[in-house]
């Protein structure tokens, strides 16, 4: 009796033939096309870093004429300028998170954020980390961007009033969710 004989074992890249594999070559080299979505969201947070920069550079030179030579009045106008540099400079950090986060994720590690804690911003591991960290820049933003509404605020009716505070206090919920959201990570 003859024992049979045992098949030997199967190379995928045997049967391929050399078109599949330059299909699957081209497949996987795809997905550089994401860099025409990483390289201009990199260059529009410079863009808007630079912008925010100036604009509070402009407030300090404003606020300089202002008590040395008694220039315009700055008061009604220097904290809204602030507040929406500061909204713009949130935004460059969302456009940050997005480059990087799809660069990593897509194209290649980076080799700098690797020794990182990984909680870092610009460190994530899947889509839905990098969705939920620009999720609460966005937030955020938001927030801000509601503070710079309300600071010209003026109320008309008790009934005003009260619509503010509740505005204000189901922002504090949404703060203190999130809160509780990133302690359970």
Same mark, same amino acid.
């Given at each position: 009796?003859? =024992?049979?004989p045992t098949p030997e074992p199967s190379h995928p890249e045997r049967g391929r033939g050399r078109l599949e594999q330059r299909?699957?070559? +081209?497949? %996987?080299?795809? /997905? ?7 390289? =201009? ?7 808007? +870093?630079?912008?925010?920069?100036? $604009? ?7 606020? %300089?004429?202002?008590?040395? #030579?008694?220039? =315009? ?7 809204? $300028? ?15 998170? +997005? ?9 290649? /590690? ?7 804690? =990984? ?6 591991? #899947? ?8 999720? /609460? ?22 009934? $005003? ?25």
């Amino acid at each position: 009796m003859n =024992p049979t004989p045992t098949p030997e074992p199967s190379h995928p890249e045997r049967g391929r033939g050399r078109l599949e594999q330059r299909f699957e070559n +081209f497949l %996987w080299q795809s /997905r550089l096309l994401v860099l025409l979505a990483v390289i =201009p969201a990199l260059l529009g947070a410079l863009v808007l +870093f630079l912008i925010a920069s100036l $604009d509070i550079l402009s407030v300090v030179a404003d606020t %300089w004429r202002h008590y040395l #030579s008694g220039g =315009p009045d700055i008061h009604k106008s220097v904290v809204t $300028d602030i507040i929406v540099a500061v909204d713009i400079y949130l935004i460059a950090l969302v456009l940050m998170i +997005f480059g990087l986060g799809v660069y990593k994720l897509f194209v290649s /590690r980076i080799e700098p954020a690797e020794g990182r804690d =990984p909680s870092h911003p610009f460190n994530v591991q #899947s889509l839905d980390q990098l969705k939920d960290k620009i999720a /609460r820049v966005v937030i955020l933003a938001v927030i801000i961007e509601f503070f710079r509404a309300v600071v010209g605020i003026q109320f008309d009716t008790p009934l $005003d009033a009260i619509y503010l505070a509740l505005s204000v206090l189901a922002l504090a919920l949404a703060l203190y969710l999130m809160a509780l959201a990133h302690k359970a990570e």
